[in-house]
């Protein structure tokens, strides 16, 4: 059973369309992420929704809009996709401390032409 | 505000050879440490973290940390690497009670025979 899992594994698409990333855990979390990693491999959070409730939102440019339809899902949509956004999308879950382990998904390689 | 610097970004070793990946990190207030490891085209895995109590911790493949508060530090070190250990390494830190994984750039580790 996969813990965090996410859809598409890989997404290319042309510069100005709009796309979504899905994310599910199975973990029984209160407390999901979007991180990205760019081509250096540099990790950077986006947002965080714990119990659907939008806690943290990094400065991410209002192109990106994460949903929460419940504890388990945490979609990303982008709209007017730029080159920039090309990049590995990483979701994640934990329970909602600083202490707890955050358990990651396998990534989401957006490639942006 | 948090950072994390990691000085070493590639670190090349020989297959059963000591090995040691060093973390700093600035904070104004108390932090939680972690070290995450991503093995290529994967998700990222918790290696090992410290939260309080003993200064060293160790993980379940031989790999450990000591926190070194006067040196703001969390270094990883393993005496005997193997070819598996090939991965992406990365340190962070969670400030106070946030539950914001702030990273590193990550240290690339890779193990010859």
């Known amino acids: 059973d996969t813990a965090v899992s996410q859809t598409p594994k890989y997404l290319v698409t042309q510069m100005g369309n709009d796309k979504s990333i899905k994310c599910e855990q199975n973990l029984g979390h209160d407390t999901m992420y979007w991180y990205k990693q760019d081509s250096k491999k540099f990790l950077k959070i986006m947002f965080s929704?714990?119990?659907?409730?939008?806690?943290i939102n990094e400065t991410v440019p209002n192109r990106f809009s994460p949903k929460s339809p419940d504890k388990a899902h945490l979609n990303l949509h982008i709209n007017s996709l730029e080159l920039g956004d090309s990049a590995v999308y990483f979701c994640?879950?934990?329970?909602?401390?600083?202490?707890?382990?955050?358990?990651f998904g396998p990534g989401t390689r957006l490639l942006v032409l | 505000a948090q950072s994390v610097t990691q000085l070493d970004s590639q670190v090349p070793v020989f297959e059963e050879a000591p090995v040691e990946l060093r973390c700093n990190y600035s904070?104004?207030?108390?932090?939680?440490l972690f070290w995450y490891v991503q093995y290529p085209n994967q998700g990222l895995q918790l290696l090992l973290k410290?939260?309080?109590?003993?200064?060293l911790v160790e993980s379940i493949n031989g790999f450990e940390a000591e926190f070194n508060k006067s040196q703001t530090s969390f270094h990883l070190r393993k005496p005997s690497v193997h070819i598996s250990d090939t991965a992406e390494y990365f340190c962070?830190?969670?400030?106070?009670?946030?539950?914001?994984?702030?990273f590193g750039a990550g240290t690339r580790l890779a193990v010859h025979p």
């Open positions: 994640a879950s934990s329970q909602f401390s600083g202490t707890e382990t955050q358990y």
């Open positions: 904070s104004s207030v108390s932090v939680y």
């Open positions: 410290y939260l309080s109590g003993s200064t």
């Open positions: 962070a830190v969670t400030p106070g009670g946030y539950n914001k994984l702030i």
């Open positions: 929704y714990n119990n659907k409730e939008l806690i």
